[in-house]
């Protein structure tokens, strides 16, 4: 018997990894290996229906799993509707969270033989079992709410080669399984409320042969993995240990941290997500969540204090919510200086509390996926909107463009807090903004302050956007890669530079900042223009600034090209080569 099982993603990034599939095909392997081959199929949702079915029939299954998510149903049902048009007798099973969260819906489908809900190692091992024994599966026993009460009994889909990682890519490690909050929004609420976990040397091991092949992320899913404080301190230990080089990324409560774990998180490379969702005490009771601003606000301090990073979840469109109270909860989540925070609408899953309560609450909310909320008794439809497109600021200006070490400053020089600076850049925010954000952030910012009648500030606020921006990124994602081709003798630019003009000595400018001068007016007194060309780059894990005349910056630059500038003197030349900034090909 031949069964695929489909993973449809989202596009081909780090977290598109199929441990879900991968898990049943490890269990199926395990008790039906000899009667069953399995294969493991990636779609991705920029495929068409007919590339996909395409990929799917070539393996010629018998039966076919489709893990169905609410991002993906609509594809995944085309592609189950474009299978069975291919081939009546192909038996179609669904999966997944969707599957999960709104089984009813599923059922109606005709291209679907089975719904398969909750944890389905166990499940589809009966199923097959049934098969194989000529008897029709009970999909009574496949909508069954169960959950699997040893998890070491499951064969880990890495260890057992199902699931192979490639160097400089990423995985999903799965250590545990349950949840033991009740948020009304999540489906989690309706799961298992006992947290079990995978054992500790399972964990030890994948680790281990992560680090060997050369693993760059790791995406925990653990939905709080500091509920358990013993376990998270010996699992970070283990990751301390085992997993050196590796980055984790992962999902706590704050108010379950203490000082040592906090130290615990600082000592790998991590970070860390944080469900913060609103600051409204008033609002997070509604949807079943406690939530106390001091203890909150001392916990996230442990964090910073300790150096590590850390981002919050906020969702607008909450049960008793209004734009100005999400307004508020992003002031308060932004004046923690999060490393990014990301924003979302509520989405009202089927299956969740909230969806059973949502008509009493006055939520109005899309009837198929995504789910996303419209409008509420005090959130119009205008005001989502309008709080969709702060969102989007927030995220171009602030996450995509690494706002965090200037942010502060420049809101303090503009007399402006978070919300209302987002909404400002929300009225001028293209729909579609530009692919890097370090132009408008510098062009925004210093529309801003010449509106104030403060040109010097404007171009000193520049500076430090541009040297954060483009400069301050070198150390943190160094190249060291020479350029192909070269012929011995010939000369290149170092691969990790940049040139940025600055208006002001960017030497000084960061003596400055680091004395603790962080008023922007005040520093364009201590400051000297410049209006100078750098070369800014890394030599020896130094960063360096190297002002240049303009014909010794044609010059540099020219060197990329096919024909390259005279030099402006052998002694230019000498001295940047010794320097670093020109490198000699071997």
């Known amino acids: 018997m031949k069964l695929a099982l489909v993973s449809i993603h989202i596009d081909h990034s780090l977290r598109a990894i199929p441990l879900g599939t991968a898990m049943l095909a490890a269990a199926v392997e395990k008790d039906l290996g000899e009667q069953v081959n399995t294969t493991l199929i990636d779609c991705t949702l920029q495929q068409s229906v007919t590339d996909c079915a395409k990929e799917i029939l070539r393996h010629q299954p018998d039966i076919v799993g489709l893990s169905i998510t609410v991002w993906n149903r609509e594809l995944a049902l085309d592609i189950a509707h474009h299978l069975k048009s291919a081939n009546p007798n192909l038996i179609l099973l669904a999966g997944g969270p969707e599957a999960t969260a709104n089984p009813l819906s599923l059922e109606e489908i005709v291209d679907l033989d089975f719904v398969l809900t909750g944890e389905g190692e166990q499940k589809v091992i009966t199923f097959l079992g049934n098969l194989l024994q000529g008897q029709a599966p009970k999909p009574s026993e496949l909508m069954a709410v169960e959950s699997i009460p040893d998890l070491g009994d499951l064969p880990s889909p890495y260890l057992t080669g199902m699931l192979r990682p490639t160097p400089g890519g990423g995985v999903l490690w799965e250590l545990s399984r349950g949840c033991p909050y009740r948020c009304d929004f999540c489906f989690e609420s309706r799961g298992s409320a006992i947290v079990r976990r995978f054992p500790l040397q399972r964990a030890r091991a994948e680790l281990q042969l992560f680090a060997s092949l050369g693993v760059r992320e790791v995406f925990v899913l653990d939905p709080t993995f500091n509920y358990h404080k013993q376990t998270a301190k010996e699992l970070l230990g283990i990751m301390a240990k085992e997993g050196q080089g590796l980055h984790y990324s992962l999902e706590i409560r704050a108010e379950l941290l203490d000082h040592e774990l906090a130290e615990l998180f600082a000592s790998i490379d991590c970070s860390l997500q944080i469900g913060l969702q609103s600051a409204d005490a008033k609002v997070l009771r509604m949807i079943n969540r406690d939530f106390d601003r001091e203890e909150f606000t001392d916990k996230v301090h442990l964090l910073h204090l300790a150096g590590v990073s850390y981002g919050f979840d906020l969702i607008y469109g909450l049960p008793g919510d209004s734009l100005a109270g999400f307004l508020a909860s992003l002031d308060f989540a932004l004046g923690l200086i999060p490393n990014h925070l990301d924003i979302f609408p509520l989405a009202v899953l089927p299956g969740t509390r909230l969806a059973d309560t949502a008509t009493g609450l006055g939520l109005e909310y899309q009837q198929h996926a995504p789910y996303k909320v419209r409008s509420s008794n005090t959130f ?123 208006n002001y000595d960017p030497e000084q400018l960061l003596q400055h900042l680091a004395d603790g001068i962080t008023d922007l007016e005040e520093l364009t007194f201590f400051a000297e223009p410049v209006n100078s060309e750098y070369c800014c780059y890394l030599y020896q894990d130094e960063l360096q600034l190297y002002p240049l005349t303009r014909e010794q910056g044609d010059f540099l630059k020219s060197l990329d090209s096919h024909t390259p500038a005279e030099p402006p003197s052998a002694k230019f030349v000498a001295k940047v080569l010794e320097a670093g900034m020109l490198i000699q090909a071997r």
């Open 380 to 502: 119009t439809s205008a005001e989502i909107t309008q709080a969709a497109r702060i969102g989007a600021a927030c995220d171009f200006f602030y996450n995509r463009g690494r706002a965090v070490p200037w942010f502060a400053m420049v809101l303090d020089g503009l007399d402006l807090v978070p919300s209302e600076f987002f909404s400002r850049l929300a009225s001028v925010l293209p729909e579609i903004p530009p692919d890097d954000p370090l132009p408008l952030q510098q062009s925004f910012v210093a529309d801003q302050f010449k509106q104030r009648q403060q040109p010097e500030v404007a171009a000193l606020a520049s500076d430090l956007i541009a040297y954060f921006g483009a400069v301050e990124p070198l150390l943190r994602d160094p190249v060291f890669k020479a350029p192909s081709g070269l012929k011995a003798g010939e000369l290149y630019l170092n691969p990790d530079s940049v040139f940025v003009t600055f």
